[in-house]
DNA sequence: TCATTAACCGTCG
DNA sequence: CGACGGTTAATGA
């Protein structure tokens, strides 16, 4: 039995191949042996969540590291009158709230599924050791903490500097380079999201998101199909958010830290 | 539930 | 004044 993790959940302590090999991906874990990310998922547990199903909450105490390896989450800060900011949408192998897990003070934010999502846990007792027992880790995290300085040091700087149209248009280059799939002529966003998730992220009103997606959609730059976005013109997209007289290095939001030299 | 449209209205440059 | 974007309401899928 572990500290005092997930109650809202069924653990299962059943740890696969499969398992491992998502954990594998983990950039946490880079550089690390398939055995040695296979001992390490000996000691965490295994949770399944419904689809919006609630991880953690924001100023919840925090007890370990949790790592989705299956399905999709929103982490998000919710205000009383039920607006809510996300602060970044989250795919399998990425830990979530990664300073919160170090540093054992209160999640700075909520996770809630999207879907059915599986993740594993691993206590703050085993983080602690796990820096200790291979130091490359300790570079990993330092990296990893960095990438996400560098994302929310320019997602702040876009929702006091640009205006609606650009903050949108941002947001959707930022999930491109996050989990964009090339096509022939196009990048498909291969991430579900509905228009009230894009405006929650750009810190708009969903009629307004609307209204800016249906006019790229009306110019041709953009087209969307349940809730799945595919960028036909990255030129025009750029244009419309002013790219070329922006500093900000939206490179960093692609899915990976580029690994250290 | 999600997406869309339109009318209306306050703010600000 | 006019652009922008939030609010409200109505409607369709």
Redesign the pocket.
Known sequence: MQARGPARDIPEPVVNDALVEVLFCCPLVRGLSREEVGEIAAASTVHTFPAQAEVFDEGERCNGLWVLTSGRIRLYHAAADGRQQVVRFQAPSNPLDLGAALDGRPHTASATTLEPSTLVFLPRSVLSTLGRKYPLTLRNVVDLLCLEVRQRDIATAIASLK???GRIGCVLLQLAHQFGVRQKKSVIIDYRL???DIADRA??????S??V??DLQRQGVIR?QN?ILEILDIDSLSAASRCEECQFDCSVFQEFPPAAQ
């Open positions: 205006d609606a149209k509905t228009r009230q810190g708009v009103t969903i009629e307004t609307i209204r997606i249906s969307t809730q």
